[in-house]
């Protein structure tokens, strides 16, 4: 029998949902009497939670599972958890002999048993179901932060846009009950957490796989805003068609709900949405836009664009250009298009040059940097509500965000950590605002740079 491992390391790489279920995996190994470790190098348990959505995001992996010989850590355990594990399956063992485990996205709740079978049989172990059955113990996640949590609501996708992989990767959308999230938020409260941010593929689809539950996402969010101590609610990442007038209107009417919403756009020429599948026309994605605007004027968007899709023109790609300039998100995750094995636009070619997708992408990189400068130049002066997270980087200011997720930092006692502040933004540093309380001036000595 192998010698069974005292302490465990976690690579995460990818999504939020990624981190929480590497959140998850640590509960589940520190009630099994684990420690953790700082040592990637020397832990006797190493997992790699991956992710898939680009090639670039892959080949980390592969690169670092191809440097683990298994002479060098004969004493060890490693495994393959996340996106990759379900999108290689046990492929990966041809490829990384030295590897012991491939767990897929759900199944984390057998990692436990994962582990005492490979001590006992010292064979290489793979699990990877393709629905998510819903039996995972939330409640055992080690989350790092005493302020904000995040919670699953949904997992998997059912969108199936052409260049995703997700929907092959984490399955078909399975909701979680409502008394589950409801219990789960609850306990954060009484733990003392400020912030809940709601996590699926697709939160707004959240209830329409269960009718009888007659719970559907904005439902939900009444439930979850009525829990007496959480100030804030945050939900990622929702589909431009499912934001509906009800989703607006609670964003409106329900005090902990951040006006801050992620609207993926992808691309800005209908033929290219077309392509993509994403099931809205430019015109249609402008109109909803409109539409929140209208009913939460102070709302701030963010959003995901690919550039250089298959087929994708200069012209296009200058509808996209245009439709950020018009529409200012205050936060863009911007993307150049990778072929992904198993998804439907992996069968047409990549024509979009290498070079003409970086040329695109810095095109929007630097459209969005302008956007956000002007964008910061309107906060100045202001008075921001700010959610006190911890300390920042520097040892010396706390660090915040608003509720439209902007970073801030500013001078403050460390008692502040977890409470709401009133903070006057004073300066950046790039992207970070600084701000001061009420009363107090930013230390021109300080390490920050004021602009
Ligand atoms: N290539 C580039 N970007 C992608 N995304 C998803 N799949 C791909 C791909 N094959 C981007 C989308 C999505 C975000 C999470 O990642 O913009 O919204
Ligand atoms: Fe992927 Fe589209 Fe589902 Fe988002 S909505 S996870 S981009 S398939």
Redesign the pocket.
């Known amino acids: 029998m192998r010698k069974p491992p005292k302490t465990f390391f976690i690579r995460t790489y990818g ?1 939020q949902m990624n981190e929480l279920d590497t959140e998850i995996m640590a509960g589940q190994l520190l009630k099994k009497g684990l420690t953790p470790s700082l040592d990637e190098e020397n832990a006797d348990l190493l997992i790699f939670n991956t992710c898939s ?2 090639d670039l995001a892959e080949r980390k992996v592969m690169g670092k599972l191809g440097l683990l010989g298994r002479a060098s850590r004969k004493n060890s355990i490693v495994g393959v958890t996340g996106c990759m594990a379900m999108a290689k399956k046990q492929t990966l063992f041809r490829k990384f002999p030295h590897l012991d485990f491939v767990i897929g996205t759900n199944n984390i709740t057998d990692l436990d048993t994962v582990i005492d079978e490979i001590l006992y049989t010292d064979h290489q172990i793979h699990k990877t179901d393709d629905r998510f059955e819903e039996n995972l113990d939330y409640l055992i996640a080690k989350r790092d932060s005493k302020v904000k949590a995040h919670v699953s609501i949904i997992r998997g996708c059912d969108k199936y ?1 052409t ?4 929907p092959y990767t984490r399955g078909e959308e399975v909701s979680r009950p409502p008394e589950s999230i409801v219990d789960e938020c609850r306990r954060l409260a009484d733990e003392g957490y400020k912030e809940i941010t709601l996590l699926g593929q697709n939160v707004n689809s959240y209830g329409k796989d269960r009718p009888e539950w007659n719970c559907l996402f904005h439902d939900l969010l009444a439930k979850l805003d009525a829990i007496e101590g959480i100030e804030r609610i945050r939900f990622m ?1 929702s589909h431009p068609v499912d934001i509906t007038v009800g989703l607006m209107e609670a964003i409106r009417d329900l005090p902990s709900l951040c006006e801050f919403v992620h609207f ?1 756009l ?1 691309a800005g020429s209908s033929r290219i949405l077309k392509k993509m599948h994403r099931i809205y026309t430019k015109e249609q994605y402008f109109e909803k836009v409109r539409l929140l605007r209208e009913i939460v004027p102070n709302a701030t968007l963010g959003t ?3 550039v250089g899709f298959p087929t994708e023109t200069d012209a296009e790609f200058e509808e996209t250009y245009e439709a950020m300039k018009e529409l200012r998100f205050s936060v863009a ?1 911007i ?6 094995t198993g ?1 439907p ?1 992996k069968r047409w070619k990549d024509d979009v040059p290498e070079t003409v997708k970086q040329e695109r992408l810095q095109r929007l990189l630097s459209l969005q940097n302008e956007l956000g400068q002007e964008e910061r130049q309107q906060f100045l002066g202001q008075d921001v509500e700010v959610l006190v997270e911890s300390l920042n980087k520097d040892g010396k200011h706390l660090k915040g965000r608003t509720r439209c997720w902007k970073k801030i930092v500013f001078e403050g006692d460390t008692d502040m950590i977890g409470t709401l502040q009133q903070v006057k933004v004073q300066g950046f540093h790039h992207q970070t605002m600084i701000g001061a309380l009420p009363g107090r001036q930013i230390q021109k000595t300080s390490k920050l740079k004021v602009v």
């Open positions: 999504c959505i680009r846009c260049y995703c992989v997700v990442t993926p992808q995901d664009i690919i995750f993307f150049a298009y990778s072929a992904r998804t636009a």
